[in-house]
């Protein structure tokens, strides 16, 4: 009885564990006889290989090789058939090795196929041949792509006009749309890459700090605000099409402590927009502070970092810049020392660098890699350094004899992080400023190009786009970018054939059919056009005929012509008179004999009535008193 339930259990069991799909648990691995199988093998295609043998001579000696031509299964079979034949005769005693031959269709079964069948279109060697063209074609893009100078987009460039004076600052919205430039010649352009044509012509134009340099320019991380710093103390906020948003507050100069004033009093030198935070900016001044602010908030700055000498001294920051992450604010100094704070903590400064560069030369740039972990300064002793953050005494490389007259001069990473540029100052008519580019892991110095015969300031290289572009000392701003490694950008503008003016013809008026008007209010037909033209030419109406001038007082607002009036003809005849008035007797007896001879004003209304004139003679007393001296003459 237990042992029928014990049966009855373990049928139970086993059929529970088939619906749930792990009967094979527990159950021996099968185990496979290898030698076995490998002799096997190499007995069927010895038997292969001998019976196509055997076939190839029936056929060779009914004379069918010369005039028939193979089936595609013998094709596939007659290579692998000598080569098995060239192994046999060499090594007799030795075993084949390698896959067994397919066999023919009438004789084996599809069961005992081993291995795939030969792909159609195989050639023998000549597929390795191709397959070995195609590892060579890859092996030479990679070594393409791991060249980092094939990845530099200058294989064609477009020309920006900004004006006549040095381009000192170039910014790019996020999405590569617009690239705004500004100069010396305090002027502000847009240019939008998908609006212009071959013209190459700027959208708009402004002076938004009046008669100051502009000295930075950058978009928000949205692109939807500009921030212009310039010469003068008070940073501007602009929004996208160039209208104010905000201006930073103008600090007491009369303050001593420069953290209890609400802003900058003195000369802004550089500035830049927070990468993660939308509403925050960075600007730092002559006045030896760098400031944060905020845009909602432009009455007062959000916090206040002053760099130290090493006496303890104020230093005057010339460039500043943001972490990748925002976390570390970075300033360049006059004294040489480059001087790094955690945004959150304003007193001690996190890394401080002693003699960066050579004191008294100023930091024109500082620019973070994309990973984070690089520091690049250019420097106005005219060197190129990077730095390690995390190991900050000495510098990782350096780079001489790039020489640099500007306080502005940018040095830039490559969207790939593996190349670091810059650009170098000429004196006029002294040579061409030049970008060049550095491998930033061995620092050689592996690229350069040729951009003006002035000095290459401003330099970007923007991520999305691939393009570089560079502001100059001539007032140009240069657009470098390859049409097949570069998008959108310089590519869309340069597509665009120039729009033709339309020249308004106010002197043609289109002529109406009217087939059915009466004939008095019929226009006559124009046969010609030209004739047309004439006759609207001598219309006062339809050639705009300008008015002759009013001939008489004036009127309708409009002066008459000169003379006309009793002013302009006092004006004409005696104002202008230039006679000479200074004896009045003479002026007057001037007109005597004309009164005399032709008596007008006054003479005839009293010539009835007036009495004849009598004068006196002179006597000889009158002649002896006149020869007498003036002090004895009588006073009257």
């Known amino acids: 009885m237990d042992s029928n339930n014990a049966e009855d259990n373990l049928s139970g069991d086993g059929d529970i564990t088939s619906v749930m799909g792990f009967s094979g648990f527990g159950k021996k691995a099968r185990t496979f006889d290898l030698d076995a199988i490998f002799e096997q093998t190499r007995r ?48 007799s005693d030795s075993e084949p090795i390698g896959p067994p031959l397919p066999p023919k269709e009438d004789d084996v079964d599809d069961d005992d196929l081993v291995g795939p069948p030969l792909p159609p279109g195989y050639r023998g060697s000549s597929a390795l041949s191709d397959d070995d063209d195609e590892d060579d074609e890859a092996q030479e893009d990679n070594e393409d792509d791991d060249n980092p100078v094939k990845k530099i987009p200058d294989t064609h460039e477009i020309t920006l006009l900004h004006g006549t004076k040095t381009v000192s600052a170039l910014a790019l919205d996020p999405s590569g749309a617009r690239l705004v430039s500004g100069g010396y010649d305090f002027d502000v352009r847009f240019w939008d890459f998908a609006g212009m044509d071959q013209s190459l012509q700027a959208f708009r134009s402004l002076q938004p700090c009046e008669c100051h340099q502009i000295r930075s320019l950058q978009y928000s991380i949205t692109g939807d605000r500009i921030l212009v710093v310039s010469g003068n103390a008070q940073a501007k906020v602009l929004d996208r099409d160039g209208f104010n948003v905000m201006e930073c507050i103008k600090g007491d100069q009369y303050i001593v402590d420069m953290v209890n004033t609400k802003g900058h009093t003195a000369m802004l030198n550089d500035g830049c927009w927070h990468p993660k935070m939308k509403e925050e900016f960075m600007t730092c001044s002559n006045d030896g502070t760098v400031r944060t602010w905020d845009v909602t908030s432009e009455k007062k700055h959000k916090s206040v970092f002053k760099p130290r000498s090493f006496q303890g001294k104020k230093v005057i920051p010339t460039c500043c810049t943001y972490s990748r992450d925002g976390k570390l604010i970075a300033a360049g100094c006059q004294d040489g020392t480059i001087q790094i704070w955690d945004r959150n903590l304003s007193v001690h400064t996190k890394f401080h660098c002693r003699q960066a560069h050579i004191p008294g030369s100023d930091i024109s740039c500082l620019s973070f890699s994309y990973d984070g972990l690089i520091l690049a300064s250019r420097g106005g002793d005219d060197t190129l350094k990077i730095w390690d953050i995390r190991n900050f005494k000495k510098p990782l490389n350096m780079a001489n004899g790039l020489t640099n007259y500007f306080p502005m001069t940018d040095c830039c990473f490559s969207p790939d992080d593996q190349l670091l540029v810059t650009g170098t100052s000429v004196k006029k008519d002294e040579g061409h400023g030049k970008l060049v580019f550095f491998e930033r892991a061995t620092f050689q110095r592996v690229y350069e190009i040729d951009v003006t015969n002035a000095s290459a300031v401003r330099c970007l290289w923007h991520p999305k786009l691939n393009q570089i572009m560079v502001g100059t000392g001539n007032g140009l701003a240069k657009v470098y970018y390859d049409p097949i490694k570069s998008h959108r950008g310089a590519k869309l503008c340069v597509v665009k054939s120039k729009r033709k003016q339309k020249h308004a013809e106010a002197l043609t008026q289109e002529y109406v059919i009217t087939p059915h008007a009466l004939p008095m209010f019929r226009e006559a037909r124009q046969r010609s056009t030209r004739k047309q033209l004439e006759k609207d030419r001598l219309d006062p109406k339809k050639s705009h005929k300008p008015e002759p001038p009013v001939s008489g007082p004036g009127r309708g607002g409009r002066v008459a012509a000169h003379g006309g009036t009793l002013s302009s003809f006092i004006v004409k005849n005696i104002a202008l008179d230039k006679t000479d008035d200074s004896n009045a007797r003479e002026a007057i007896l001037r007109h005597a004999k004309e009164a005399s001879e032709n008596p007008y004003w006054v003479a005839p209304a009293y010539k009835k009535t007036q009495p004849n004139p009598v004068f006196a003679e002179d006597s000889e007393e009158d002649e002896d008193a006149e020869k007498e001296p003036e002090w004895k003459k009588r006073k009257i």
Do not use: W
């Open 44 to 91: 069927t295609a010895i038997e292969r290989s001998r019976h196509v043998l055997d076939e190839r001579q029936k056929a060779d000696e009914e004379g069918q090789s010369s005039t028939t031509v193979p089936t595609q299964k013998d094709k596939k079979i007659a290579p692998a058939a000598s080569r098995k034949q060239e192994d046999d005769s060499s090594s």
